[in-house]
């Protein structure tokens, strides 16, 4: 039986320079609400989804004025005691917000107010610089936005699997999306990695099976073939990501846009199957 319970926890409020605010109508504040979702199921418990929807126009009275938008949403898993949920809560903090010795939720709400200063301080500066009118910096090039989301599993040997998207735009052609992954072994809180449960001198070996599942997903028969339809690879093969997960059946090691192809190809997953490791694992 599935169960949500919505709680609003708070609402915050970050200024932005006032003075330069009052002279173009700038917003001063801006509300982001943290709800939290307790939700239930038979394979994985989740303490809580912190979610936030918040967006800030540089100038209100002009419609198509440079804006910002974040959006995040990251589920929480309930841990076994309280030192394990602020083991895992401190993990997540560091790995995707890159703060250290902090809670999640302070984590998030600092990324949101740095990424919202340093845009106001972005379109000052141009206006400044140029010695152009807000008007001037309307459009899509101007409209800023960064997207985190998380998705959370059980896989293999009861592991906890969290892939986290992160989409960027700030400027430019297009957004950048790129994938990380962190896995956690649920009865200590630890992270686990590669060197966690295949043998010791596997990278050889490893790298030999993706660069074979590599060239078998794109129809390549020889690395050369590979190479003329735009992979990034060379005669020592794929090499080994720093993201992947350890799924039931496999695990899948994920390559973000540019690692191993152009753009156009997106991200890149490669799976082995645990039987096709048999002889890695320890």
């Given amino acids: 039986m599935k169960k949500n319970i919505t709680i609003i926890l708070s609402s915050i409020l970050f200024a932005f320079g006032a003075e330069h605010a009052s002279a173009m109508n700038m917003s001063t504040e801006y509300?982001?609400?943290?709800?939290?979702?307790?939700?239930?199921?038979?394979?994985?418990?989740?303490?809580?989804?912190?979610?936030?929807?918040?967006?800030?126009?540089?100038?209100?009275?002009i419609e198509e004025a440079p804006s910002i938008a974040i959006d995040i949403s990251i589920p929480v898993v309930k841990s076994l005691n309280k030192d394990i949920s602020k083991k895992l809560d401190r993990t997540l903090a560091s790995m995707i917000f890159e703060e250290e010795e902090s809670s999640l939720d302070k984590a998030v709400q600092v990324f949101c107010r740095n990424r919202?200063?340093?845009?106001?301080?972005?379109?000052?500066?141009?206006?400044?610089?140029d010695g152009d009118n807000i008007?001037?910096?309307?459009?899509?090039?101007?409209?800023f936005f960064y997207g985190i989301t998380a998705d959370v599993e059980s896989g293999w040997n009861g592991y906890i699997?969290?892939?986290?998207?992160?989409?960027?735009?700030?400027?430019?052609?297009h957004p950048n999306s790129y994938k990380s992954t962190?896995?956690?072994?649920?009865?200590?809180?630890?992270?686990?990695?590669?060197?966690?449960?295949l043998k010791p001198g596997y990278k050889e070996a490893l790298t030999a099976l993706l660069t074979t599942k590599l060239l078998e997903q794109y129809n390549a028969k020889t690395i050369k073939e590979a190479q003329e339809i735009g992979l990034f690879i060379n005669e020592t093969g794929v090499p080994i990501p720093s993201n992947y997960?350890?799924?039931?059946?496999?695990?899948?090691?994920?390559?973000?846009t540019y690692e191993i192809a152009p753009y156009v190809f997106g991200a890149i997953h490669l799976t082995l199957t645990y039987d096709e490791l048999k002889d890695l694992l320890k």
């Avoid at 609400?33 to 912190?50: C, P």
């Avoid at 919202?116 to 610089?129: G, M, R």
């Avoid at 350890?246 to 695990?251: A, C, E, L, P, T």
């Fill in 31 to 61: 509300d982001a609400t943290y709800a939290v979702t307790r939700t239930d199921t038979a394979k994985l418990s989740l303490d809580r989804v912190i979610e936030i929807h918040d967006t800030l126009q540089f100038d209100k009275t």
């Fill in 135 to 143: 008007s001037d910096f309307s459009g899509f090039f101007y409209n």
């Fill in 182 to 197: 962190i896995i956690f072994n649920p009865i200590d809180g630890n992270t686990v990695t590669l060197d966690d449960i």
């Fill in 161 to 173: 699997n969290y892939t986290v998207t992160q989409e960027v735009y700030e400027g430019g052609a």
């Fill in 245 to 256: 997960t350890f799924g039931d059946n496999g695990i899948v090691f994920i390559y973000n």
């Fill in 116 to 129: 919202k200063e340093e845009f106001v301080l972005y379109i000052n500066e141009l206006i400044n610089d």
